[in-house]
Protein backbone atom coordinates (compact mmCIF):
# COMPACT_ATOMS: atom_id res chain seq x y z
CA UNK A 1 0.00 0.00 0.00
CA UNK A 2 2.75 2.18 1.31
CA UNK A 3 4.82 1.73 -2.15
CA UNK A 4 1.21 2.92 -4.36
CA UNK A 5 1.03 5.48 -2.29
CA UNK A 6 4.39 7.34 -3.09
CA UNK A 7 4.16 6.52 -6.79
CA UNK A 8 0.62 8.01 -7.15
CA UNK A 9 2.10 10.73 -5.22
CA UNK A 10 4.98 11.16 -7.33
CA UNK A 11 2.76 11.32 -10.68
CA UNK A 12 0.51 14.04 -8.99
CA UNK A 13 3.81 15.79 -8.47
CA UNK A 14 4.96 15.85 -12.10
CA UNK A 15 1.22 16.95 -13.43
CA UNK A 16 1.59 19.97 -11.06
CA UNK A 17 4.99 20.95 -12.17
CA UNK A 18 4.12 20.03 -15.50
CA UNK A 19 1.34 22.69 -15.26
CA UNK A 20 3.30 25.04 -13.69
CA UNK A 21 5.87 25.32 -16.50
CA UNK A 22 2.47 25.19 -19.09
CA UNK A 23 1.15 28.67 -17.01
CA UNK A 24 4.61 30.01 -16.91
CA UNK A 25 5.13 29.87 -20.40
CA UNK A 26 1.58 31.25 -21.35
CA UNK A 27 2.22 34.40 -19.25
CA UNK A 28 5.08 35.37 -20.54
CA UNK A 29 4.41 34.32 -23.99
CA UNK A 30 1.29 37.03 -23.60
CA UNK A 31 3.63 39.80 -22.00
CA UNK A 32 6.10 39.45 -24.94
CA UNK A 33 3.21 39.66 -27.67
CA UNK A 34 1.77 42.92 -25.79
CA UNK A 35 5.00 44.24 -25.77
CA UNK A 36 4.95 43.98 -29.77
CA UNK A 37 1.48 44.61 -29.90
CA UNK A 38 2.03 48.18 -28.31
CA UNK A 39 4.54 48.97 -30.97
CA UNK A 40 2.32 48.86 -34.09
CA UNK A 41 -0.43 51.64 -34.39
CA UNK A 42 -4.11 50.38 -34.98
CA UNK A 43 -4.89 52.99 -36.64
CA UNK A 44 -2.29 52.28 -39.62
CA UNK A 45 -2.64 48.25 -39.66
CA UNK A 46 -4.02 47.50 -43.19
CA UNK A 47 -6.08 44.14 -43.54
CA UNK A 48 -5.00 41.62 -45.95
CA UNK A 49 -7.88 41.15 -46.59
CA UNK A 50 -9.41 44.28 -47.69
CA UNK A 51 -8.38 47.25 -49.63
CA UNK A 52 -6.61 50.00 -47.68
CA UNK A 53 -8.99 52.80 -47.60
CA UNK A 54 -7.71 55.66 -49.72
CA UNK A 55 -7.07 53.42 -52.27
CA UNK A 56 -7.06 55.11 -55.77
CA UNK A 57 -7.01 54.33 -59.46
CA UNK A 58 -5.67 55.55 -62.57
CA UNK A 59 -7.46 55.09 -66.18
CA UNK A 60 -7.60 56.45 -69.04
CA UNK A 61 -7.32 55.76 -72.65
CA UNK A 62 -3.79 56.69 -74.84
CA UNK A 63 -4.19 58.66 -77.67
CA UNK A 64 -1.74 61.31 -79.67
CA UNK A 65 -2.39 64.30 -80.63
CA UNK A 66 -4.84 63.67 -82.88
CA UNK A 67 -7.05 62.02 -80.65
CA UNK A 68 -6.31 58.25 -82.22
CA UNK A 69 -6.33 55.78 -79.94
CA UNK A 70 -2.62 54.12 -79.51
CA UNK A 71 -2.68 50.44 -78.38
CA UNK A 72 -0.60 48.48 -76.21
CA UNK A 73 1.86 51.01 -74.89
CA UNK A 74 3.15 50.89 -71.61
CA UNK A 75 2.02 52.91 -68.77
CA UNK A 76 4.06 53.24 -65.59
CA UNK A 77 3.19 55.40 -62.46
CA UNK A 78 5.89 54.75 -59.41
CA UNK A 79 6.46 51.23 -58.97
CA UNK A 80 3.22 50.32 -60.63
CA UNK A 81 3.43 49.06 -64.66
CA UNK A 82 0.61 48.38 -66.81
CA UNK A 83 -0.14 47.53 -70.97
CA UNK A 84 -2.66 49.25 -72.28
CA UNK A 85 -5.18 46.94 -74.63
CA UNK A 86 -5.41 47.37 -78.29
CA UNK A 87 -7.89 50.47 -77.78
CA UNK A 88 -5.38 52.46 -75.86
CA UNK A 89 -7.49 51.70 -72.68
CA UNK A 90 -5.60 51.09 -69.09
CA UNK A 91 -6.13 50.91 -65.41
CA UNK A 92 -3.75 51.20 -62.65
CA UNK A 93 -4.97 50.11 -59.43
CA UNK A 94 -3.78 50.34 -55.34
CA UNK A 95 -2.47 53.88 -55.94
CA UNK A 96 -2.08 56.29 -53.32
CA UNK A 97 -3.38 59.75 -53.48
CA UNK A 98 -0.70 62.39 -54.34
CA UNK A 99 1.61 63.50 -57.02
CA UNK A 100 2.83 61.26 -59.40
CA UNK A 101 4.66 60.72 -62.44
CA UNK A 102 2.73 59.50 -65.11
CA UNK A 103 5.30 57.95 -68.16
CA UNK A 104 3.76 56.22 -71.08
CA UNK A 105 6.03 54.21 -73.81
CA UNK A 106 4.27 53.16 -77.21
CA UNK A 107 6.07 52.53 -80.66
CA UNK A 108 7.32 55.49 -82.41
CA UNK A 109 5.87 58.16 -80.18
CA UNK A 110 7.83 59.99 -78.07
CA UNK A 111 8.36 59.24 -74.51
CA UNK A 112 5.33 60.75 -72.69
CA UNK A 113 5.81 62.47 -68.77
CA UNK A 114 3.41 64.13 -66.93
CA UNK A 115 3.01 64.84 -63.21
CA UNK A 116 -0.34 64.04 -62.19
CA UNK A 117 -2.12 64.33 -59.03
CA UNK A 118 -4.51 61.24 -57.83
CA UNK A 119 -7.03 61.65 -55.29
CA UNK A 120 -9.11 59.03 -53.56
CA UNK A 121 -11.30 57.00 -56.04
CA UNK A 122 -11.34 56.70 -59.73
CA UNK A 123 -9.23 59.21 -61.46
CA UNK A 124 -9.71 59.49 -65.16
CA UNK A 125 -6.50 61.93 -66.77
CA UNK A 126 -7.47 63.20 -70.60
CA UNK A 127 -4.61 61.55 -73.02
CA UNK A 128 -5.50 63.29 -76.26
CA UNK A 129 -4.74 66.41 -78.31
CA UNK A 130 -2.61 68.79 -76.54
CA UNK A 131 -1.96 66.45 -73.91
CA UNK A 132 -1.62 63.38 -76.58
CA UNK A 133 0.94 61.38 -77.20
CA UNK A 134 3.75 63.39 -80.27
CA UNK A 135 5.50 61.74 -82.72
CA UNK A 136 9.00 60.98 -82.55
CA UNK A 137 9.49 62.20 -85.88
CA UNK A 138 6.48 62.66 -88.24
CA UNK A 139 2.91 61.64 -87.86
CA UNK A 140 -0.10 61.62 -90.57
CA UNK A 141 -3.72 61.58 -89.90
CA UNK A 142 -5.93 60.40 -92.33
CA UNK A 143 -9.75 59.91 -92.19
CA UNK A 144 -12.42 59.17 -94.74
CA UNK A 145 -15.72 59.35 -94.94
CA UNK A 146 -19.25 59.10 -98.08
CA UNK A 147 -22.18 60.25 -97.90
CA UNK A 148 -24.60 58.04 -100.17
CA UNK A 149 -21.85 56.94 -102.49
CA UNK A 150 -21.92 60.14 -104.20
CA UNK A 151 -18.97 62.05 -103.25
CA UNK A 152 -15.93 61.64 -100.54
CA UNK A 153 -14.41 63.93 -97.74
CA UNK A 154 -12.40 63.57 -94.76
CA UNK A 155 -9.47 64.42 -92.21
CA UNK A 156 -5.80 64.87 -93.12
CA UNK A 157 -3.61 65.81 -90.37
CA UNK A 158 -0.06 66.27 -89.92
CA UNK A 159 2.47 66.67 -86.80
CA UNK A 160 5.90 67.28 -86.28
CA UNK A 161 7.88 65.64 -83.37
CA UNK A 162 11.32 67.05 -84.16
CA UNK A 163 12.82 70.29 -83.77
CA UNK A 164 13.48 70.86 -87.37
CA UNK A 165 10.92 72.18 -89.75
CA UNK A 166 10.16 69.54 -92.82
CA UNK A 167 9.23 69.90 -96.39
CA UNK A 168 5.82 67.92 -97.51
CA UNK A 169 5.72 67.84 -101.12
CA UNK A 170 2.63 65.80 -101.64
CA UNK A 171 -0.05 64.12 -100.16
CA UNK A 172 -2.11 61.97 -102.41
CA UNK A 173 -5.45 59.49 -101.89
CA UNK A 174 -5.64 56.30 -103.58
CA UNK A 175 -8.33 54.28 -103.83
CA UNK A 176 -8.34 50.32 -103.08
CA UNK A 177 -7.34 49.71 -106.25
CA UNK A 178 -4.16 52.01 -105.98
CA UNK A 179 -5.62 54.78 -108.23
CA UNK A 180 -4.91 58.15 -107.63
CA UNK A 181 -8.16 60.29 -106.48
CA UNK A 182 -6.19 63.50 -105.87
CA UNK A 183 -3.60 65.16 -104.13
CA UNK A 184 -4.86 67.35 -101.63
CA UNK A 185 -1.86 69.66 -101.51
CA UNK A 186 -1.15 70.27 -105.38
CA UNK A 187 -5.00 70.06 -106.35
CA UNK A 188 -7.90 72.82 -104.74
CA UNK A 189 -5.47 75.16 -103.56
CA UNK A 190 -4.61 72.82 -101.03
CA UNK A 191 -1.20 74.66 -100.10
CA UNK A 192 -3.14 77.77 -99.28
CA UNK A 193 -5.74 75.83 -97.51
CA UNK A 194 -3.36 74.85 -94.86
CA UNK A 195 -1.47 78.12 -94.44
CA UNK A 196 -4.61 79.54 -93.98
CA UNK A 197 -4.99 77.10 -90.93
CA UNK A 198 -1.80 78.64 -89.24
CA UNK A 199 0.74 81.40 -89.74
CA UNK A 200 3.72 78.86 -88.71
CA UNK A 201 3.39 77.11 -91.95
CA UNK A 202 4.24 78.71 -95.50
CA UNK A 203 5.37 77.40 -99.06
CA UNK A 204 8.38 77.01 -100.32
CA UNK A 205 8.92 77.01 -104.04
CA UNK A 206 12.72 75.94 -104.61
CA UNK A 207 14.06 73.60 -105.68
CA UNK A 208 10.20 71.86 -105.50
CA UNK A 209 7.07 73.49 -104.37
CA UNK A 210 6.47 71.79 -100.98
CA UNK A 211 5.09 73.01 -98.01
CA UNK A 212 7.34 74.07 -95.00
CA UNK A 213 5.84 72.24 -91.61
CA UNK A 214 6.94 74.08 -88.42
CA UNK A 215 9.05 72.29 -85.67
CA UNK A 216 6.62 70.94 -83.05
CA UNK A 217 3.12 71.80 -84.36
CA UNK A 218 0.07 69.17 -84.80
CA UNK A 219 -2.80 70.86 -87.42
CA UNK A 220 -5.64 68.74 -89.09
CA UNK A 221 -7.86 70.23 -91.81
CA UNK A 222 -10.41 68.85 -94.19
CA UNK A 223 -10.17 68.13 -97.46
CA UNK A 224 -13.09 69.34 -99.78
CA UNK A 225 -15.93 66.45 -101.04
CA UNK A 226 -14.95 64.81 -104.20
CA UNK A 227 -17.91 63.48 -106.56
CA UNK A 228 -17.86 60.23 -107.67
CA UNK A 229 -18.67 56.77 -106.86
CA UNK A 230 -16.35 55.31 -104.25
CA UNK A 231 -16.24 51.24 -103.83
CA UNK A 232 -16.06 50.56 -99.98
CA UNK A 233 -12.59 49.23 -99.46
CA UNK A 234 -9.16 50.16 -97.84
CA UNK A 235 -8.17 53.75 -99.13
CA UNK A 236 -5.03 54.89 -98.69
CA UNK A 237 -2.82 58.36 -98.09
CA UNK A 238 0.30 58.40 -99.83
CA UNK A 239 2.33 61.31 -97.86
CA UNK A 240 5.84 62.73 -100.04
CA UNK A 241 8.34 64.58 -97.26
CA UNK A 242 11.83 65.10 -96.26
CA UNK A 243 14.03 67.27 -94.31
CA UNK A 244 16.03 70.42 -94.95
CA UNK A 245 19.18 67.94 -96.84
CA UNK A 246 16.39 66.04 -98.76
CA UNK A 247 14.22 68.28 -99.67
CA UNK A 248 17.23 70.93 -100.95
CA UNK A 249 17.94 67.41 -102.74
CA UNK A 250 14.58 66.63 -104.29
CA UNK A 251 15.18 63.31 -102.26
CA UNK A 252 11.92 62.56 -100.24
CA UNK A 253 10.78 59.66 -97.73
CA UNK A 254 7.26 57.94 -98.15
CA UNK A 255 4.70 57.53 -95.80
CA UNK A 256 1.39 55.12 -96.32
CA UNK A 257 -1.44 54.94 -94.19
CA UNK A 258 -4.74 53.46 -95.05
CA UNK A 259 -8.49 54.14 -93.49
CA UNK A 260 -11.40 52.11 -94.69
CA UNK A 261 -14.41 54.43 -96.00
CA UNK A 262 -16.89 54.99 -93.57
CA UNK A 263 -20.26 56.26 -93.61
CA UNK A 264 -20.60 59.98 -92.48
CA UNK A 265 -24.20 61.31 -93.69
CA UNK A 266 -24.04 64.58 -91.43
CA UNK A 267 -21.03 65.87 -93.60
CA UNK A 268 -19.14 66.10 -90.30
CA UNK A 269 -16.17 64.60 -90.33
CA UNK A 270 -14.87 64.89 -86.89
CA UNK A 271 -13.58 62.12 -84.65
CA UNK A 272 -14.68 62.16 -80.64
Known amino acids: MSSRFWIRLG ?55 FGDPIPYGVIIVGD ?41 GTNIPTIKYETGLWPQVFLVDFHIFYKENDAIFGIIGFANGTTDPLYIE ?48 AQSGEFPPILGYFPPGLYSLEVHYAFQDGHDLGQYQVLTITDH ?12
Open 261 to 272: LSLDNNWDPHLP
Open 80 to 120: HLVQADNTGAFLVPNLSPGRHILEIFAGDYAKYTREIHIEG
Open 170 to 217: RATILDPGGEVITDILHDNDGFDYYTDLSSKLEVVYEPQKALKWAPRM
Open 11 to 65: KLGLLSLFAYVLLAYSIVFTIIIRQELSIVDATKVISVFQPGKGASTLEGQVRNV
